[in-house]
C-alpha cells in the first residue's frame, strides 16, 4: 500500500474511533428506538468508561499510529482522548488523571441523559 493508503486508512480509524467517542458520549437518545439500541449503546459505554478506568489503550489508538508511520506521519503518543483534546486546551493534565475524569464525567452525562430522557418518555 502506499502512503496515501496509509493516510487514507489512518484517518478512516481516526473518524470511526472518533464516531465510537461520540455515540458513546450521545448515544442515549438513539437507545430510546428500541431495546437493540439501548443494549449497543450500553455496550460502548461500559467499554469506554472501562478502557479509561482501567487505564488500557484501546486497540484502534496503535493501529491508527501504525498507519500514520506508514504514511510517513507521525504518531502520538498516550490516548486517543488525551491527543485530541489536548487541541481543545486540556495540555499538561496527566494521562491517567485525564482518563478518571473523562471516564466518571462519560457515566454521569449518560446517566443524567438516560433519567431525563426516560422521565420524558
Known amino acids: 500500500m502506499e502512503r496515501t493508503g496509509y ?3 489512518a484517518d478512516a480509524i481516526m473518524w470511526s474511533h472518533a ?3 461520540l455515540f458513546a458520549l450521545l448515544g442515549a437518545p438513539v ?3 428500541g431495546t ?3 443494549v449497543l449503546h450500553l455496550v460502548v459505554l461500559a467499554w469506554a468508561a472501562g478502557i479509561n478506568l482501567g487505564g488500557c489503550t484501546c486497540p484502534l489508538t496503535p493501529l491508527e499510529n501504525r498507519f500514520r508511520v506508514a504514511a510517513g506521519e ?3 503518543g498516550g490516548g486517543f482522548i488525551q491527543h485530541y483534546l489536548e ?3 486540556l495540555q499538561g493534565m496527566p494521562r491517567r488523571q ?3 475524569r473523562v471516564a466518571w464525567a462519560l457515566l454521569a452525562w449518560n446517566a443524567v441523559l438516560y433519567l431525563v430522557l426516560f422521565a420524558l418518555r
Open 87 to 89: 487541541k481543545f486546551g
Open 98 to 100: 485525564l482518563e478518571v
Open 31 to 33: 437507545a430510546l428506538l
Open 7 to 9: 493516510r487514507f486508512a
Open 36 to 38: 437493540g439500541w439501548l
Open 19 to 21: 464516531a465510537f467517542v
Open 74 to 76: 507521525s504518531g502520538y
